[in-house]
């Protein structure tokens, strides 16, 4: 026959459930309020990762105007092309989308990724050349602009 | 009262986990990653940096970047992993007494110091995802760490404020993420081969412990020769066909190695990847473009002989744990590289078994931490054993359509209420019967028992209230209760063995609600168009007979003629949906314009009670407002 549980284990038992039930109470509240902050943030979340998958696609349209032969500068196709590329870009500006600045700027790891340094006399760290351009929706970067950066005075 | 996290603190990236209710899960950091690379700097401006923002600025300032620190943690400087680091790493490694320190700024840090301030960033970021202090946790190192790297690790967390409550070896991590346990006799291989470094353990579980038996691995082999191989192969097929090197040029290198780990993943998956970079560079004769299909066949061939390099380790392994891959019980995976279906073939032709499938290879040791964190803090589910409802329970509503009121696999204990109504004026009673099971319709689910809540106060159709409640408790024991709002009269019934159904019966039933999906949902579909233009007739009636004075005689006769029509398409029982939807659409349409007409009237006599109008919708097209009436009807919007 199985013993009967003294006092003190029961007592044990319940401060053990009790502690239990505590932590999954907690979890439970933790757990809504992170859903909470996750359903807030998914807008964001899916606009952000679409447009970082668009991002390549920006980077071709303006390297490809940038590429136009001299001889069809003035071309009426081509000026097409271009007002639909502005297009593009109005596009994404009316979505909060905007062009981490660079070029002139102070380096600033958050916003842009050095892949090349140049010497020069001072201490101060410049972006002196974009080599791809980043963007950012408010105070999101949805990709850090690749630049070299010089020390200046 | 804190939880136990679990980190992964790693030589190119660390990742963390923690139990919630009994299940491990990631810890993003604050930029959202579920990884953080283990670089620590500081800047001019003396700000330390830690994490993706220390990579971002490593080329402005390689003195004081730290990275792989690891390979110097709780090492003598006189060690020969030191002495080659010394030339590799491009920042200053110094001598400490018998120790090293590496320089960043104007201040000398220990190894212990600069793990530290990794360690702190994945707390910080932690107690943000946790929303409370986090003061204790699991780190996990390689199981060739010696006493002195373990302590240095130990240390590194104290720094960082950090309990360690216990250092565990990443293979084990790895086994107890897999859920294999020390209860039985087995020999486990680790093959883990992540982004620089390839580590081969064999461990043997049994008599309550992890005991690794031996290690070997290759310190400088990862993922990021994989891909500077396919990197370089583009940027050779692109000085084949265009006739210019671009390895000087940044920006065309960056795109390619981005192109390269892209399509090294998508090849895990298919047989061709499309490699389409126009404009990658230019010459005087104008743009040039790379256009390549990059097989899977080819990147095996390229990085062949890097999977081969991983042979020679696992044999010495083996042979210094004196076995044979015959006596490895299983294999897992760990580090991204094991994704590459060439690396799996690999291991399992030298183990000759599948090895271990299902968690994310990045995370499975971090994982493992967070696990054995969840065992130290004391399980939780020895004490309370949360059971799930196998099937659907709901009841029976007009047409013979079951209603679900909790959903399969919902965690009990759980109760749900939901209010229903009557299908016919005056009607005294509603039966309420119990139904489980995912088919659409009562006759294809088993039935668990029925009763009647009589006494219902004569009332029209859609009027009574009469709220159903669900509840079962820890025990799986199912208590139904109907109770009528007008009356406060109640009935009920309690079902002892609603979740006692074994395996195969659950399957049996999940796989025909599946297979008669379309089916059911069809059949359902036409009786919920029936009930409507039940409905809508009912409506039709209605507003015949109590507002005969104010309709002209041609509107009175335009209802009958309608009414009858409907009735004659609701005698058809093999009526579709179509043609229901259509006659209910009719229907409707017929009593529209002259519901708006009584509006109107009522409108200009000022003298009708709008609540009553409020309530009684008498155009039908709102669906969602209207009761779909029924012998039990649901009276709100499922979900």
Redesign the interface.
């Known amino acids: 026959m199985p013993k009967k549980p003294t006092t003190t284990e029961l007592q044990q038992h319940i401060a ?2 009790t ?6 109470r ?3 509240v ?2 809504r ?2 859903h909470e902050e996750q359903i807030k943030g998914l807008k964001d979340l899916i606009k952000t990762s679409v447009i970082e998958e668009l991002i390549p696609v920006i980077d ?1 349209f303006e ?2 105007l ?2 136009v ?1 001299q001889d069809l500068a003035e071309n009426e196709y081509i000026k097409g092309v271009q007002g639909v590329v502005k297009q593009f870009e109005q596009t994404l500006t009316q979505m909060g989308v905007e062009k981490v600045k660079t070029v002139g700027e102070v ?1 600033d ?2 916003l ?6 140049e010497d020069g006399d001072g ?1 101060v ?1 410049v972006v002196c050349e974009e ?2 351009p980043g963007y950012r929706l408010g105070n999101q970067v949805i990709r ?1 602009a ?1 630049v ?2 010089k020390k200046e005075k | 009262m804190g939880k136990i996290i679990g980190i992964d603190l790693g030589t190119t990236n660390s990742a963390m986990a923690v139990m919630q209710s009994g299940k491990p899960e990631i810890i993003a950091n604050t930029e959202g990653n579920r990884t953080t690379p283990s670089v620590v700097a500081i800047n001019k401006n003396d700000e330390r940096l830690v994490g993706q923002v220390a990579n971002r600025q490593r080329v402005t300032n390689p003195k004081n970047t730290i990275f792989g620190i690891k390979r110097l943690i709780g090492r003598k400087f006189s060690d020969k992993e030191v002495q080659k680091d010394l030339d590799l790493m491009p920042y200053e490694i110094v001598k400490s007494g018998n120790g090293v320190k590496v320089k960043m700024g104007d201040k000398e840090y220990s190894p212990e110091e600069v793990s530290a301030m990794i360690l702190g960033k994945l707390k910080a970021d932690a107690e943000k995802f946790l929303g409370e202090p986090v003061t204790e946790a699991v780190i996990t190192v390689p199981a060739y760490f010696d006493d002195s790297q373990r302590q240095a690790t130990k240390d590194a967390g104290k720094i960082a404020g950090l309990e360690v409550k216990r250092i565990i070896n990443e293979p084990t991590a790895a086994a107890l993420a897999y859920g294999l346990d020390q209860k039985k006799e087995e020999k486990v291989a680790v093959f883990d081969l992540g982004g620089g470094t390839f580590d081969v353990s064999i461990l043997q579980l049994g008599d309550g412990v992890f005991e690794v038996l031996a290690t070997n691995g290759d310190t400088h082999l990862g993922g990021e020769d994989f891909d500077l191989k396919i990197v370089n192969h583009f940027v050779d097929e692109f000085k084949k066909e265009s006739g210019i090197d671009v390895k000087k040029d940044k920006a065309a290198m960056q795109r390619l190695k981005e192109e390269a780990e892209k399509a090294k993943k998508e090849l895990s998956t298919t047989e061709v990847a499309d490699i389409n970079l126009p404009f990658l560079t230019a010459d005087a004769d104008g743009p040039k473009h790379f256009e390549y299909k990059l097989t899977r066949a080819k990147l095996v061939e390229l990085v062949q002989d890097y999977i081969d390099q991983t042979e020679a380790p696992i044999k010495k392994a083996l042979k210094d744990a004196k076995l044979t891959a015959k006596d490895i019980n299983e294999v897992i995976l760990v580090g991204g590289m094991t994704r590459m279906p060439a690396v799996i073939a690999k291991v399992k032709e030298i183990f000759g078994k599948e090895p271990l499938k299902g968690v994310n290879p990045d995370e499975v040791v971090a994982v493992g931490a967070a696990i054995q964190g969840g065992v130290l803090q004391g399980d939780v589910k020895d004490v309370l054993l949360l059971d799930v409802t196998p099937l659907s329970l709901g009841i029976e509503t007009l047409g013979g359509v079951a209603t679900k009121l909790i959903e399969r696999n919902t965690t009990v204990p759980t109760s749900k209420s939901e209010v229903f109504s009557t299908a016919a004026d005056n009607q005294p009673q509603v039966e309420i019967h119990v139904v489980q099971g995912e088919r659409e319709m009562v006759s294809d689910n088993k039935s668990l028992g029925r009763f009647v809540l009589d006494g219902i106060p004569p009332a029209p159709r859609g009027v009574p209230q009469v709220e159903v409640i669900f509840n079962i408790d820890a025990n799986g024991i199912l208590n139904v209760t109907a109770k009528d709002k007008g009356s406060g009269k109640e009935q009920s019934i309690t079902i002892q063995n609603s979740g006692n159904l074994d395996k195969e019966e659950v399957e049996k039933a999940a796989k025909e609600a599946e297979a008669h999906a379309e089916e059911d949902k069809e059949k359902r579909a036409a009786i919920e168009a029936r009930n409507q233009l039940d409905s809508a007739v009912y409506q039709a009636e209605k507003l015949k007979s109590d507002s005969k004075d104010k309709l002209s005689e041609d509107d009175i006769k335009v209802l009958e003629k309608a009414v009858e029509a409907a009735k004659e398409v609701l005698k058809d029982d093999k009526a579709d949906k179509e043609k229901l939807e259509a006659a209910a659409k009719e229907m409707t349409d017929k009593m529209m314009p002259i519901g708006a007409k009584l509006y109107e009237k009522a409108a200009k006599d000022e003298e009708n009670s709008e609540k009553d109008s409020d309530e009684k919708p008498k155009d039908g097209k709102d669906k969602d407002d209207e009761p779909v009436e029924g012998e039990v009807v649901d009276d709100k919007k499922e979900k």
């Open positions: 053990d459930l502690e239990a039930l505590q932590r999954e907690a979890d439970a933790n757990i309020r992170r071709n390297r490809a940038k590429h032969p380096f790891p958050a842009h990724e050095a892949v090349g340094m201490d760290e080599l791809q850090h690749m070299k950066v």
